[in-house]
């Protein structure tokens, strides 16, 4: 039994967001949650996820510290009340309430008077650009730092020093922020971000704000495909929404790492480990279809979180959509990822082609030709000719005769666009008008899948 | 059990159609069909498979209008016995009698004065080609019109106008000719050309007078595989036939649609939906094996009457044999598609090729080596050295040793041809020379067919 | 169950041969080989294996002539004492003892005078190259001949000459070594190479002593693998073998063979009929990772004795590694593949290429992810970071994560070492790490190998 809705038509991709004062109430969402000092856990997340819950009605989660999650333990809550560096005359040469990349994430409390040369043990700098602050974290393996300059830093004397790292790192709890809009049925599509960076705009203000839109977005009319969004802690916080959700993962029928979706580089889609997953060929085909400038990539185990949807215990559908990949824009984990540095208009076109995605996914059916043995008289059913001789309308025409020909209960829509080179949206029209004619009927789509 | 002569040596690719003269039979035949105004129904129909008996021994079919065929209808037939547009002075300016294009193809009957503006929105012209009359048709929407150059439209001043159309469209029949060659077994190779075209040279006498040929030539002598020639009015004819015959359609084991085989371009394979049925790797080969310019393209559901062969279902491996493709010549569809723009040449070297290609279907067997543990001593049965160290001598023993290699039961000459890069002639001497030394011996082949 | 000794590090490939007097040894081998007028039977066949009795513990192995193997005859014994042409006065102008390619091995005994027209009947020289004398044989065809450089031949006078050829052909015996180094399985590792070439050094005693000292080197330590060598005169010698080891031919699991590794081209190896078995992975694997040109081709059914182990009847994994391939380098079967066309280096390289394969091979295990949902905590295992943010570490840990997520149990190091572009000798270190920590397990490998 197909679940789908078939006869609706698509609603055109790339619709949704298209005027700059969306694209400024995304940057205005990124400019709020921008200088919050976030890290794994701790005060920063739950303020993040309070901010979200103004656009979307996300649950709240939380794990306590200590918690196994498949192969880690939940860290202690770490938490900043404050953070400078005094030089001898009293004056703060660094002061974390400028900037929070200031301290290394997770540093222990540290209140000491120390030389410059300790200090310089326990400072990171970008010595190949001077004027950067670098972001540095040691999740796992107790020390103190500070992170700052190399002219700041080179432009300390020498003499004495007074770090102080009023931070606390005690049991507490992990948090995370889920969302779910059910769908016709069960069968999932995720979307999964992280929001475990401090002030860095593009990773990943701009994938949070990016799927906070998306959801909004998704929310307002109920469609084919459940979808579930998550706004966890990188890493660690995936680990434990699978471990806490281990049976239910097969829901996913889907899914979407986003991440650095704000820049102004074209658009880079990193494959699932399947490889040839639908998400895979959905992407590949929007990105076809628009015809920008993009680059799709082989799964590789390492990047994002779909490390750890794609570990080979799990190998979900999940692949990783970004503009400019981590580690291949110099502003990367640098106080240089800014806001200055996401535009608006990226972080509308990264939503658009998601929604694109989505819409792909929404409509990517198998039919099966009612009148598989020779072709059927299109004319007398006003499918040909009547159209006129015009381009569109022989364009139009051979949409239909590439889904009749192919609709053999094995070839999806997105395997016909594959085989002919037109565009998704062609024949997903012309499959509209052979369903409303009679010469299609849905074939087996939605395998598993549960009507809610 | 194979059915197969694996013994007798195969004819010589493109041995058959080499002198001048024959050339000038095709184009004769050529000749005496194209005044005839054809239609999918009608008297020319009748009288150009006429012609064609006298070339080869054509059973001619009829089927009624009216009478359903999968999703058709055959139509009424159409007769036209005058037609023509006379000015005010009585004079006519478009006579049907000088070229059977004037008038649109299934015109209702009409007889009337108008006035020049109504003329124009029955007359069809090609704006950008001033000089040629375009074809066209309205098959299955009732209406009337001409076609002419647009210099003949543009010179007409504004007046009245007789125009005459004395058609008729009333219960008859639909017209095709089928030509069966028996064979040692009841697998079929079908060659399927229309007819249905009016003065229109390339497309698609050539395709008429290259199948006529072919018949002739292969009725000659018995061969492995029985030939079924089809000559049809386009789509119904086929969708009539594949009607009819629907339930033996399993018989045919190979087919080509020949169509716009006499101009002077290169040649063009449309393969069958398949893909990499044999018939698809079989022109492959000699088109590579002849070396002369060509293209292979993939199969797509519009173009000739593979179309209804290849609908899903039925999915018949018959690709489409062409020189170059309709559509992509500017005399296509028009009166400059006329007798100049065919060659003899071009025909005889279209009729060879597929000459060619049923000779390599006809030689293509699954050998199994009878000695397959380290090679076999070719030297003492005289096949190695002895044939001495020039270069053709080496090349047979190298054609031997794919061969012996790969004839493990499960690779064709085909195959072969295609892992060694060596021409099919040259695996097919090597074969017959090993299986008469009793070093192969017949494999699998002509599954499921049965000796006649 | 596994057998394999999975946590001991990999021997660094290439590491055997690196000084110069390794490769002195290597041509001293041959300096002593290269005097002895070998063919496929005889004392020069039995003299050659007892030089290499001085390297390696040889097991001899004789057949009796007229022996059948498979299609084959184990030919008569063919041994030569002398042969020399002497003109009228007595001189002689071509003398066997100065080149033991001046006789056509396999040479009928003559004593005779001939015209000089009837002796160049039996005269086989180079006019493209005058001063080379050619290298030819007549094994299986009763013949007489000489072989002498153009320039020899062109300066003989019209005269009356004796020619003598003081040979015997009789029942006698093929002779052949073996040598098998047991391993902790029975699964082997099959080296085979040709020792039927008189003087001639790239082709083959470049592969008579790259065997004789891989043999010697592998001897030291027990491996994973049985190795088997094999010393064989060409084709009917290897037919032999197979005729009489036919039983046991499956526990070859990889195999080379060797020829043509002296001379300074790049490598070229020939993949075995399968075209992707473990050893045509491994071989190409090695040649990639060491950067150096080379070239892989496909399997082709000529060429060293792959031909018969490669028959369709065996079919077995046995691929041919060389440098420049035979009859690419003009002084293939000449005098000039004398002691100055082979270098030491080139000698040595091609052994640590070979010794670098079966490194390959030794370590290509299949793995189990111990800990597959989600990626583990490599940090507190000290497996991350600690290494150290240098571009050396990453790399480390790149190459565990790729080794983790493939090591589903379907994709041995090969496969990953394909999949993540990494080189085999990292993800071998990663996987060693791995096991150390407990996070990988031993996969299904060895399939159908016994412990010895």
């Known amino acids: 039994m197909s679940l789908s809705r078939l006869k609706e038509p ?15 109430e995304l940057l205005r969402l990124i400019g709020r949650l921008y200088p919050i000092c976030r890290s794994l856990t701790g005060s920063g997340v739950r303020e993040t996820l309070a901010i979200l819950r ?11 510290s200590g918690t196994p999650v ?42 000491r008077t120390v030389s410059l040369s300790e200090l310089k043990r326990h400072a990171f700098t970008l010595p190949e650009r001077p004027d950067w602050i670098p972001y540095r974290t040691s999740y796992y393996k107790e020390n103190w730092g500070f992170c700052l300059s190399e002219r ?16 606390s790192l005690q049991p507490g709890e992990l948090n995370y922020g889920e969302f779910f809009i059910p769908g016709r ?13 401090p002030s860095l705009a593009n990773d990943n203000l701009s994938g949070v704000a990016l799927a906070a839109f998306l959801a909004a977005s998704l929310q307002r009319e109920p469609r084919r495909y459940s979808y579930r969004f998550l706004f966890t802690p990188g890493c660690i916080g995936t680990i434990a929404w699978l471990s806490l959700n281990e ?19 074209k658009i880079h889609y990193k ?73 608006g208009e990226c972080l509308m076109d990264s939503l658009n082609k998601c929604l694109a995605v989505f819409d792909v996914l929404e409509n990517n059916h198998t039919y099966v030709n009612q009148n598989p043995k020779c072709e059927p008289q299109l004319g007398r059913r006003g499918l040909y000719g009547s159209i006129g001789g015009d381009a569109q309308g022989k364009t139009n025409e051979l949409a239909m005769l590439w889904v009749l020909n192919y609709s053999d209960g094995r070839n999806s829509l997105l395997d016909i666009a594959a085989k002919s080179g037109l565009s998704f949206a062609l024949l997903e029209t012309a499959a509209a008008r052979l369903l409303d004619a009679g010469l299609l009927a849905a074939g087996e789509n939605d395998a598993g899948a549960k009507l809610i």
Chains 1, 2, 3 share one sequence.
């Open 152 to 167: 700041q830093l080179s432009s300390l004397p020498e003499e004495d020093y007074e770090v102080v790292i009023d931070s």
């Open 10 to 24: 698509a609603a055109p991709p790339s619709s949704h967001f298209q005027n700059q004062e969306q694209g400024e």
């Open 247 to 265: 049976k239910r993962v097969d829901k996913i029928h889907h899914g979407l790492i986003v991440a650095c979706v704000g820049d102004a580089g």
């Open 271 to 343: 494959k699932s480990r399947r490889g040839d997953a639908e998400i895979d060929r959905a992407v590949a085909q929007v990105l076809k279809d628009c015809d920008a400038p993009h680059e799709i990539r082989d799964f590789s185990p390492y990047g994002y979180d779909e490390r750890q949807f794609c570990s080979p215990g799990f190998n979900l559908p999940v692949g990783c959509f970004m503009r400019t990949p981590h580690g291949e824009f110099a502003e990367y984990h640098t106080s240089a990822d800014n806001l200055d540095f996401i535009k």
């Open 185 to 197: 049925t069960d069968a999932e599509i995720l979307v999964s971000t992280h929001i475990c960076h």
């Open 54 to 64: 103004d656009y979307i009605p996300l649950a709240l989660h939380s794990v306590r």
């Open 70 to 111: 498949f192969d880690w333990t939940v860290p202690p809550e770490w938490n900043l009340r404050d953070a400078y560096i005094k030089n001898s005359s009293g004056a703060k040469v660094v002061d974390w309430r400028n900037c929070n990349l200031h301290v290394l994430s997770y540093s222990a409390p540290v209140k």
